[in-house]
């Protein structure tokens, strides 16, 4: 009965690559976000969907594409990829309706492009 | 955009201390604080969180306090034990579920 789930938990790959991770989430929440957590382990927004519409989206290169199938579900697609995308990337999903509502986080899937 | 500052960004204490770790906001109409810890190869967790009209709140040996005037909140623990290494998340929101973190502070506990 996992909250927030993510796959893969690892993901290694060559620099130029394309690939994606995807997020889901059973909780019934409409809202999703994606994150990133570099090496110092500052977690940054990247992206947050709303009832699958996108409505946040950080200062974040276009290679990174969000794609919002169903409330449910939250994918990231990255092309093109390059070494400085080596990341742990985090899902976290929300209930709507304010900003007192506490985020969700999946279990993270690290991300080494070699 | 919101800006939130931590400190110290780590912190060693012996068990049974206590350890205060310290949030700086800068957009004041900013109204919601959570604290998220991370425990090692794990996900973020909210552990506490704090609204705006609220000047402290407490959970058993974690507690948090705001300052709206000075725009700093903090968080307390009390009696710190091993399983509370971890590295803690502050943040602040101004707007519709929208979080900004803080660079996250890593508390090491020792025995």
């Known amino acids: 009965d996992t909250a927030v789930s993510q796959t893969p938990k690892y993901l290694v790959t060559q620099m130029g690559n394309d690939k994606s991770i995807k997020c889901e989430q059973n909780?019934?929440?409409?809202?999703m976000y994606w994150y990133k957590q570099d090496s110092k382990k500052f977690l940054k927004i990247m992206f947050s969907y709303n009832n699958k519409e996108l409505i946040i989206n950080e200062t974040v290169p276009n290679r990174f594409s969000p794609k919002s199938p169903d409330k449910a579900h939250l994918n990231l697609h990255i092309n093109s990829l390059e070494l400085g995308d080596s990341a742990v990337y985090f899902c976290a999903s929300s209930r709507q309706g304010g900003n007192f509502n506490e985020q969700f986080f999946g279990p993270g899937t690290r991300l080494t492009v070699l | 955009g919101e800006n939130v500052e931590q400190h110290p960004s780590t912190l060693s204490v012996q068990e049974g201390d206590s350890a205060v770790i310290k949030c700086t906001y800068s957009?004041?109409?900013?109204?919601?604080f959570p604290w998220y810890k991370q425990e090692l190869g794990k996900r973020p967790q909210l552990i506490i969180d704090?609204?705006?009209?609220?000047g402290e709140k407490k959970d058993q040996r974690i507690a948090v306090t705001l300052n709206k005037t000075a725009k700093h909140f903090s968080l307390h623990i009390t009696e710190t034990q091993p399983e509370d290494s971890a590295v803690y998340f502050c943040a602040a929101s101004t707007g519709y579920s929208t979080l900004t973190f803080g660079k996250g502070t890593m508390l090491l506990v020792s025995p």
């Open positions: 957009d004041s109409a900013s109204n919601y």
């Open positions: 704090i609204r705006s009209n609220v």
């Open positions: 909780l019934g929440h409409d809202t």
